[in-house]
C-alpha cells in the first residue's frame, strides 16, 4: 500500500502516543505545511507563543473555565510525548502558523453545564488531548462507569488478535522504526478508521458530528488562507470525518444554536499522574512515565530503563549490581522472543525487574511503578502566563518563601519561631480556608509544642482551579482569605463551626477577619444553650489561645469568650448528664475530656481565674460522679478525672470502686464505671501501679454471675484492648501472681518491677539528666553514672 496522502494532510494520532508523535514530527519535517493545525479549543491560539518560551516544560495542560463560576472548568493535557505538542513545538520553532480547530471552548464549557450525567470523578477533558485511544474513543468517559462507546484501539487488537490494546499498540506502533515513506502510517491509520467509521458510525459519541462540523469549517478556512499544503494533526478517530465531503450550509447548521459561555483560558502544570488512567482521567495512559522514556531515548530504550530502575532501587537503599540490570536486559529480551514480540515491551520489562531486581517480590516493584512507569514529573509554565491575580499573588509569595510546588509528595517541618517557617504557615493555613489543599497539616514528630508544625504537601493540576474560583474572594492571598472567613462566619449555624474558624483565623493570621469572627462568636454563644454545643466548641476556642505566645497574636477577646463558655457549660453539664442512653452517654464522655483538657489549659490565661474555675471544674465532677442518674460510663470518668488532678485520693477512689462494684449494682452499670474510670491510654498503667483497684475489678470480674458476664464481656474487651500489649502483659502477671501480702510479697513485685514504695535512689538517678536535656545547671552531687550503679 502507498503511503501517499491527498492534500490536506491528515494526521490521525493517538492522543498521549510517543509513536505518534515521532510519526508528526517525521511527517512535519518531510513535507514542511504552509500551516498546521491542531485539533483543541481556539481560544488558545493567542498562547501558542508561550510555547516557545525557555521556561516552558512539559506536561502542561490548556485550562478553560468559566469567568463567572470558575469551578466550571475543562483541561487539554500535553505531555513531552503527545503529538500536539510536537506539532506545536515545531510549528513555533519553524516559523509556521498554527490553529486550533476544534470547538471553541465557551460551547464546550456550556454543554457541560448542561450535562448533569457528568460523573463527579472523572476528569472534565473535552476535546483532543483530553480524548482517548488511538481515535478518542474513550472521550468523557466516567472512570468504572460502563462506557457504550467504541473504544478504536480494542476493536482493531481484536481483530489482529491480541487481547491486550496496550500490548498491539505498542507492537505495530511503538516498537516500529522510521521506514522510508513518513506519510505511509498516518495512510494506514487513516484506511483503518475509515473502517471502523464505516461498521460503527460515531461509535455512540454524541457530540463528534458537531465538533467535526466546526474542524470541516475552520480546514476550508485554513485552506483558502494558506492553500491546500496545510497538516492537521487530529485524533485518527476524526480523520475520516474531515476527509469526507459536506457542504458549508449542513455543518453551519449543526453548529447553529449551541450554547455559549465567557471562558478564559490559560497554561497550568500538569503531571504524569494526572495523565495516567489509575487518576480517574478516562482518557489516560496507563504508564506515562514509561512512555516518556520511550519518546526521549536517543537509543537502547531497554537498556537505560533498567538502568533507571536500578538508580531508583539503589536510592532505596535496595543491593541491585550491574549484573543485575545486564541479567533483567537479557531476560526482557527472551521474554519478547518467548512471547513473539518485535522488542521486548513494558510487559516484559515488569517481569525482568520483578524476577532479578526485586527478587520476586511486588513490594519494591510498586515503587518502580508509582516512581518510574507513571511517574511524579510535574511541568512548569512561563510567568508571562495570563492567570488571575490571585494566582500571581501565590506564585510570588511561593518564590519568597522558597516553596515551590512539586508532584511528589513530602513532609515539611516548621519551626514557627523562624520567620520564614512562620510565614509558610500563614500562606498554607490562609490557603486550606480558601479551599486549596496543597498542604495538609499531620502530626509533628519532634514534639507537640505550639510552636512545631508538620505538613504534607503535595501539587495536584486541579488546585489551578480552584485558585481560580477563590479568586472570587480577592485579588492577593491576604485579603481573599480574609473576605472568605467573614463569609464562612455570617453563614456559620452551629458554634462549633465559629469557634473552629476563629482557630483557622488565627492560624492563618488573619487580624481583619477577627472582628466579624468574634462578634458571630458572641452572638452564636449567647444563643446556644445546648451544653454539648458548648462543650464541642470550648476545646477549639481554647487552642487558639495558645496560638497567641508563639504567633504574636492578641487573644484577649477570645480569653473572655471562652471563659463564659466554661461557666456555662459548669452550670449547665450536670443536667445535661442525666438519663442518657450508651450512645450519648458515651458521646458526653468525649465532651467531658475534651472540657477537662481545656480547663487545664485556660489555667494560663490572664484574663482566666485559674483557681476558681478549676474549683468550680471539679465541684462539677464531684456532682457527676456522685448522682446515681448519671450513667456510669460518666461517673466512672468523672472520678478518675478527680483522681487525675489530685482532687480524689487513692483511698476515695478505692471505696468508690468498691461501691460500684458491690453485688448490689447490676453487672452492666458497673462495667460501664469500670470502662469510664480506667479507659483510656493511661487507664491501664493505672491498675499496673495501684495493686487495691485491679484487686477490686479481678474480685468483681470473678463474682459476675454467669448468665451476665457475655452482656458485660464487650465493654471489658473494649475497655482493654485500648491498652498496649506491654500493659495488658503487665496486668496478666499480677492477676496471675495474685495480690501481694504485706512484706511477703516483696520479692515477686520487685521481679515484675513493682515496689511497694518508692525508690529514691533510682528516683535520683535521673535527675541530673533531667537537668541536662532541660538546659538546667547541673545540680551539686555525685556524677549521673555513680547514682546508677549505687541503684543497680
Keep these: ?25 517525521a511527517a512535519l519535517e518531510a513535507t514542511g505545511p504552509r500551516a498546521v493545525l491542531i485539533e483543541g479549543p481556539p481560544e488558545a491560539d493567542a498562547l501558542v507563543p508561550l510555547v516557545g518560551d525557555e521556561e516552558m516544560r512539559p506536561p502542561v495542560a490548556l485550562l478553560a473555565h468559566a469567568v463567572d463560576e470558575p469551578g466550571r472548568s475543562a483541561f487539554w493535557p500535553l505531555a513531552e510525548f503527545s503529538p500536539e505538542w510536537v506539532a506545536l513545538r515545531w510549528a513555533v520553532e519553524n516559523d509556521v502558523p498554527v490553529r486550533f480547530v476544534d470547538l471553541p471552548a465557551t460551547h464546550v464549557l456550556a454543554l457541560r453545564g448542561e450535562e448533569e450525567a ?18 478518542d474513543g474513550e472521550e468523557d468517559a466516567g472512570a468504572g462507569a460502563p462506557d457504550p462507546r467504541v473504544d478504536p484501539l480494542a476493536v482493531l487488537a481484536d481483530a489482529a488478535g491480541y487481547d491486550d490494546p496496550e500490548r498491539w499498540w505498542e507492537d505495530v506502533v511503538e516498537h516500529r522504526g522510521a521506514g522510508e515513506d513518513p506519510l505511509a502510517p498516518f495512510a494506514a491509520v487513516e484506511e483503518a478508521m475509515g473502517a471502523l467509521r464505516e461498521a460503527y458510525g460515531t461509535g455512540g459519541h454524541d457530540r463528534d458530528p458537531v465538533r467535526e462540523a466546526y474542524m470541516r469549517l475552520q480546514l476550508r478556512a485554513a485552506r483558502k488562507e494558506f492553500g491546500d499544503h496545510v497538516a492537521v494533526v487530529c485524533g485518527a478517530w476524526h480523520v475520516p470525518a474531515l476527509r469526507e465531503r459536506s457542504t458549508v450550509t449542513a455543518d453551519r447548521a449543526l453548529l447553529k444554536g449551541l450554547p455559549k459561555v465567557k471562558t478564559e483560558m490559560t497554561w497550568v502544570p500538569w503531571t504524569h499522574r494526572r495523565l ?3 487518576s480517574g482521567y478516562g482518557a489516560g495512559i496507563d504508564s506515562p512515565g514509561w512512555y516518556g522514556h520511550l519518546f526521549s531515548a536517543p537509543d537502547r530504550p531497554v537498556e537505560r530503563w533498567m538502568t533507571k530502575v ?36 513494558l510487559g516484559e520489562t515488569v517481569d525482568a525487574v520483578r524476577a532479578v531486581m526485586c527478587e520476586g517480590s511486588d513490594v519494591p516493584l510498586e515503587l518502580v511503578r508509582d516512581r518510574l512507569i507513571v511517574g511524579d514529573v510535574l511541568g512548569e509554565v512561563p510567568s508571562a502566563t495570563p492567570s488571575v491575580p490571585l494566582r500571581r499573588d501565590l506564585e510570588r509569595q511561593q518564590r519568597t518563601l522558597r516553596l515551590k510546588p512539586e508532584a511528589l509528595e513530602r513532609e515539611l517541618e516548621l519551626d514557627l519561631r523562624k520567620e520564614n517557617d512562620a510565614a509558610r504557615s500563614r500562606l498554607l493555613h490562609r490557603l486550606r480556608l480558601l479551599s486549596v489543599p496543597w498542604g495538609e497539616p499531620v502530626s509533628a514528630r519532634g514534639g507537640t509544642g505550639t510552636f512545631r508544625e508538620t505538613w504534607r504537601l503535595r501539587w495536584e493540576p486541579e488546585l489551578a482551579v480552584r485558585v481560580a474560583e477563590a479568586g472570587v474572594w480577592g485579588t492577593t492571598v491576604l485579603s481573599a482569605a480574609t473576605a ?22 488565627l492560624l492563618a493570621d488573619l487580624p481583619d477577619a477577627l472582628p466579624t469572627v468574634m462578634r458571630a462568636l458572641a452572638d452564636r454563644a449567647a444563643l446556644d444553650t445546648d451544653v454539648a454545643h458548648l462543650a464541642a466548641a470550648l476545646p477549639a476556642l481554647v487552642r487558639t489561645l495558645r496560638y497567641g505566645d508563639v504567633r504574636g497574636t492578641d487573644t484577649g477577646a477570645l480569653a473572655g469568650v471562652a471563659a463564659g463558655l466554661a461557666e456555662r457549660i459548669c452550670v449547665g ?14 458521646e458526653m464522655r468525649r465532651h467531658v475530656d475534651a472540657v477537662h483538657t481545656a480547663v487545664g489549659l485556660l489555667g494560663g490565661v490572664p484574663a482566666v481565674d485559674p483557681e476558681g474555675l478549676r474549683t ?10 456522685g448522682r446515681d442518674t448519671v450513667p456510669g460510663v460518666l461517673r466512672g470518668r468523672s ?33 460501664a464505671w469500670i470502662e469510664g474510670f480506667v479507659g483510656g491510654g493511661s487507664g491501664g498503667l493505672l491498675l499496673v501501679h495501684d495493686e487495691r483497684l485491679l484487686g477490686l475489678v479481678d474480685a468483681w470480674l470473678t463474682g459476675v454471675p454467669a448468665e451476665a458476664f457475655t452482656d458485660v464481656l464487650p465493654l471489658l474487651r473494649r475497655t482493654f484492648s485500648a491498652y498496649e500489649p506491654g500493659v495488658r502483659r503487665s496486668l496478666g502477671e499480677l492477676v496471675r501472681r495474685g495480690p501481694s501480702a504485706g512484706g511477703g510479697g516483696t520479692a515477686a513485685v520487685s521481679a515484675l518491677g513493682f515496689g511497694e514504695g518508692l525508690d529514691t535512689a533510682r528516683a535520683d538517678a535521673v535527675l541530673p539528666v533531667v537537668r541536662l536535656l532541660l538546659g538546667l545547671d547541673p545540680a551539686p552531687g555525685p556524677h549521673p553514672d555513680d547514682l546508677v550503679e549505687a541503684a543497680a
Design 1 to 25: 500500500m502507498t503511503g501517499a496522502q491527498a492534500l490536506p494532510l491528515l494526521l490521525g494520532v493517538r492522543h498521549h502516543g510517543p509513536g505518534s508523535a515521532r510519526a508528526v514530527r
Design 118 to 135: 457528568a460523573p463527579p470523578d472523572a476528569d472534565p477533558v473535552a476535546a483532543p488531548a483530553g480524548e482517548g485511544g488511538a481515535a
Design 276 to 278: 495516567s488512567r489509575f
Design 310 to 345: 536500578a538508580g531508583l532501587l539503589r536510592d532505596e537503599d535496595l543491593g541491585v549490581s550491574s549484573a543485575h540490570v545486564i541479567e533483567a536486559v537479557r531476560l526482557a529480551e527472551t521474554l519478547a522472543v518467548m512471547r513473539g514480540r518485535p522488542l521486548p515491551g
Design 484 to 505: 472568605r472567613a467573614e463569609s464562612d462566619a455570617r453563614d456559620a449555624t452551629a458554634l462549633a463551626e465559629i469557634t473552629a474558624l476563629a482557630e483557622r483565623c
Design 573 to 586: 453539664l450536670p443536667p445535661a448528664c442525666s438519663a442518657l442512653d450508651t450512645d450519648a452517654a458515651d
Design 616 to 625: 468550680r471544674w471539679h465541684g462539677v465532677l464531684r456532682k457527676l460522679a
Design 639 to 671: 472520678v478518675r478525672l478527680l483522681l487525675d488532678d489530685g482532687s480524689l485520693d487513692t483511698d476515695e477512689a478505692a471505696r468508690r470502686m468498691g461501691l460500684v462494684l458491690s453485688p448490689g449494682t447490676g453487672p452492666a452499670d458497673a462495667a
